[in-house]
């Protein structure tokens, strides 16, 4: 890597972190850069916390090393928590405190300036729920105080887990534009999701994991480019026949579908202009793939290959054998 040191925010090196026989990270080496918006994604039970939690200090690794904004973290350092925010999937509240009274409470923990407790409600949005019950808040906004908490000493690298769990649609977008914003103010994000839409619309890039192991690493949009994964044209049933369709070149696969015909293909340039001198492109519509797609074939392949460990295939850097359908 060419990347300056003072440009990397987290730099874990070989990591590695066993439960008895369970290998929960096995050998992950990842770089986060300053600023960037860094998602990690992947199925229950794949590592994510066990890996985040190292990286944040919380957890030591059995080998490898973590170093964050310069520092190693572990043994634990001190001098390190005020510059990193930390929200978990269970964050604690004080009870019986209002909004403002739990956020100032923390900030005083981290010793923040007095009007830093206001200055973080208005930047989540709950300035009008400032002396609300913590109790009494709604999910969203309970999820937002959480955010808060992890902000209200102005860390430069924030670690967040799941922050949009739990939320209806509403909600998450209005989260989603919360982190559009702390990544405009030049903060760097940590996060991880399962809603694989909101990490191709936030993240700069993310790691996917699968079963402890890094597999695949890249921008959202470089990952399904390197997938190959065709682009579907859906026509009006009834306009072309599949076999006139299938004979398109360029067209890898046509089949009727719910109402539509599906044209399959990898130079969707090439078969719209077809299509467009055979019938016309009225009511065509155009269905690019998704780093949900990568993800489902990536931990899709990777069941498969657990399910047939007795093979001791490696995980593949990207995809395995192109989808047969
Ligand atoms: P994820 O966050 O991706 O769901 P985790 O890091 O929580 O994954 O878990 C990775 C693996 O390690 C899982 O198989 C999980 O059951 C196991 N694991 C996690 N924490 C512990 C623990 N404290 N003790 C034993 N096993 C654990």
Redesign the pocket.
Same mark, same amino acid.
Not at 22 to 25: F, M, T
Not at 42 to 53: F, Q, R, V, Y
């Given at each position: 890597m060419t990347t300056d040191r003072n440009e990397i925010a987290i730099e874990a090196t070989e990591v590695c972190?066993r439960?008895?026989d369970?290998?929960?990270?096995a050998s992950v080496s990842l770089e986060v850069r300053r600023g960037e918006f860094f998602g990690?994604l992947?199925?229950?039970?794949?590592?994510?916390? @066990?890996?985040?939690?190292i990286m944040e200090g919380l957890r030591q690794a059995d080998s490898g090393t973590v170093r964050v904004l310069g520092n190693s973290t572990w043994p634990r350092d001190i001098a390190l928590l005020p510059r990193i925010g930390v929200q978990t999937q269970s964050s604690a509240f004080f009870v019986r405190q209002t909004a403002h009274e739990h956020l100032a409470t923390v900030a005083a923990l981290y010793r923040a300036d007095r009007i830093a407790a206001d200055r973080t409600l208005r930047t989540v949005g709950l300035t009008e729920q400032r002396d609300v019950l913590v109790e009494n808040l709604s999910g969203g906004q309970r999820q937002r105080l959480a955010i808060a908490s992890a902000l209200v000493h102005d860390p430069e690298l924030i670690f967040l887990?799941e922050p949009t769990a739990a939320l209806d649609p509403q909600a998450r977008r209005d989260l989603w534009q919360l982190l559009r914003q702390l990544k405009k103010a030049g903060r760097t994000i940590v996060y @991880?999701t399962h809603h694989l839409d909101e990490a191709e619309a936030l993240c700069d890039r993310v790691a996917i994991?699968v079963a402890?192991r890094i597999a695949a690493l890249d921008s959202p949009h470089q990952l399904i480019a390197a997938a190959g994964a065709p682009t579907r044209l859906l026509l009006p049933a009834g306009r072309l026949n599949p076999d006139e369709a299938a004979a398109i070149p360029g067209v890898d696969r046509a089949e009727e579908e719910g109402g539509s015909l599906v044209l399959e293909t990898t130079v969707s340039g090439k078969v719209l202009q077809a299509v467009d001198a055979l019938i016309g492109l009225d009511g065509l519509q155009s269905r690019t793939a998704t780093l949900e797609d990568v993800y489902l074939r990536l931990t899709g392949a990777a069941a498969l290959d657990l399910a047939n460990s007795d093979s001791h295939t490696e995980h593949p850097p990207y995809f395995p054998a192109k989808d047969p359908a």
């Open positions: 972190k439960y008895g369970r290998e929960a990270v990690l992947g199925p229950n039970g794949a590592g994510k916390s @066990t890996l985040i939690e887990d @991880t994991l402890g």
